[in-house]
């Protein structure tokens, strides 16, 4: 497709479960964002990779959040022993390497956890 | 410590009337900032840019201000439509550093234009 494609749209989980999320960003875009917006607030910086390499992984909240993206293309979100404050939509952007700023989303994949 | 602040939560316009929308950040490193625009169950997107050596942008019907000095810049859409009407979020970035795509959203301001 032509744009950020995500999966799963919407998943359901129970506290403690493992949950992947996956992105498939548009191609020939090197930088790839993951991004998580809760309910009533703008997006949220997680991770930022360039290429195949996490070039900036600040924004994860805990050791629980791990992500790849092993061949520079399409990249896991990966969350361990969830938590119901874990619940959000996961947000997905990628870039052309040099294109200050301006990201193209995905629609996001909500997380909920019981 | 929220670094973008949109502190209007909502405005309601008329169609035809111009709509304002508000952004005040406090990271004096940010020197890049952007507006995006995001309908229900979409992913945000890009609206318009402005770097810091200038004080305004235009596109179209879109114009962003920027007054650095007060760590203000503001979103004008003249005349607004009823297919404006969504949630626009404000962000910041450092495009001189290694992350530029690392923005720093506001929360967000839903704007409704009537018919």
Known sequence: GAGVSQTPSNKVTEKGKYVELRCDPISGHTALYWYRQSLGQGPEFLIYFQGTGAADDS?????????VRPEGSV???????????????????????????????????RLTVL | DQQVK????????????????????TNSMFDYFLWYKKY?????????SISSIKDKNEDGRFTVFLNKSAKHLSLHIVPSQPGDSAVYFCAGTNAGGTSYGKLTFGQG???????
Do not use: M, W
């Not at chain 1, 990966?78 to 040099?98: F, H, M, N």
């Not at chain 2, 949109?6 to 950040?25: A, K, M, T, W």
């Not at chain 2, 229900?40 to 318009?48: C, K, S, Y």
């Not at chain 2, 301001?109 to 018919?115: D, G, M």
């Open chain 1, 75 to 109: 990249s896991t979100l990966k969350i361990q022993r969830t938590e119901r404050g874990d619940s959000a939509v996961y947000l997905c952007a990628s870039s052309l390497s040099g294109s200050a700023g301006e990201l193209f989303f995905g629609e996001g994949s």
């Open chain 2, 40 to 48: 229900p169950a979409e992913g945000p997107t890009f609206l318009i």
């Open chain 1, 59 to 67: 924004g994860l909240p805990n050791d629980r959040f791990f992500a």
């Open chain 2, 109 to 115: 301001t839903i704007l409704t234009v009537h018919p």
């Open chain 2, 6 to 25: 949109q502190n209007s939560p909502s405005l309601s316009v008329q169609e035809g009337r111009i709509s304002i929308l508000n952004c005040d950040y």
